[in-house]
């Protein structure tokens, strides 16, 4: 993957770990939670995509069509819901087991993953009682251990491999817009919803959602602009760089990324109609994000 989709990626994980925390939080307000498993099931595909991109060519049994794929994500689905009661639960050895992804197994052979899929398909059966609440059945078990014994006797060839990790390449795009696009709906649910009555956690929503810079050595600007009257996020404050004409608006939780700009101090401007204008004199570093915080006076 690119710099820019690891970054997005790394973003996709931190908004997975913050929805399966306040899981029963939105219990209640049913399209949130309809938007958030059409994230969460695009991002499981983008899982498997990326696996697929990271098959070894030498070396591997890559599985014939899609039975071990098949296997690799029941198996991650019930993992990821067990790994919550194991830490609930204070289980050290199972919440280490448990925590896997899709992208776990693709530098495996297929040996290898067999046997880590039916190590945690064993262990999902001993505790299948105490797992019930966190929806993990017998039947999911079931369906598991058929996928297993599909897959363990369907061997793959390195040519297969080297197309399947072709078409994940192209798929991985197309599956980060699918989640981009699930959360800019969850953006309008879930921020206006809770932003009143629970601060903390949409505070919580909005560190998630931004993208981390670290995996990304690009010198650039990220302004997150909020009312100085009300300390609410501002969308679409206009962002710009003067002496080299890079503009961004801020998005629906406040923030405006500028990147790719060369080292060196230049003139920041940030406009919104109904708000007095915002300046300042900015130093970029080379390969730093500049974080600058803009409270936006309403006039």
């Not at 204070?90 to 899929?117: H, K, P, R, W, Y």
Request: glycine share 6%; aromatic share 6%.
């Amino acid at each position: 993957m690119t710099k820019r989709q690891t970054a997005k990626v790394n973003m996709l994980i931190a908004m997975i770990l913050f929805f399966e925390k306040y899981n029963s939080v939105f219990t209640t307000f049913v399209q949130l939670v309809t938007e958030i498993t059409g994230f969460t099931t695009s991002y499981d595909d983008l899982q498997i995509e990326i696996g697929k991109q990271g098959l070894k060519i030498s070396g591997v049994a890559a599985t014939k069509d899609t039975t071990l794929e098949t296997a690799i994500k029941l198996t991650v689905k019930s993992a990821r819901k067990a790994r919550a009661w194991a830490k609930n639960t204070g289980n050290a050895t199972l919440e280490a087991l448990f925590d896997v992804q899709v992208s776990t197994f693709s530098e495996m052979t297929q040996s290898v993953v067999i046997n880590s899929l039916t190590t945690i398909k064993t262990a999902l059966n001993t505790n299948i009682g105490s797992l019930t609440a966190y929806k993990v059945v017998a039947a999911d078990v079931t369906a598991i251990t058929t996928a297993i014994g599909l897959a363990s006797t369907e061997i793959g060839t390195p040519k297969q491999a080297i197309t399947t990790r072709a078409v994940a390449t192209g798929q991985i795009e197309v599956l980060i817009d699918e989640c981009d696009a699930y959360l800019e709906i969850i953006d309008d649910l879930l921020v206006p919803e809770y932003e009143d009555t629970d601060a903390e956690m949409v505070a919580e929503y909005h560190l998630s959602r931004a993208i981390s810079s670290l995996e990304n050595k690009a010198t650039g600007l990220k302004v997150t602009g909020s009312n100085a009257a009300t300390g609410a996020f501002l969308a679409d404050v206009m962002v710009t760089i003067v002496e080299v004409a890079r503009s961004a608006a801020t998005n629906i939780v406040g923030i405006a990324l500028i990147e790719r700009i060369k080292p060196g101090t230049y003139h920041v401007t940030c406009k919104k109609v109904g708000f007095a204008d915002y300046s300042k004199i900015v130093e970029f570093t080379l390969g730093k994000m500049t974080a600058l915080a803009v409270a936006m006076m309403p006039v």
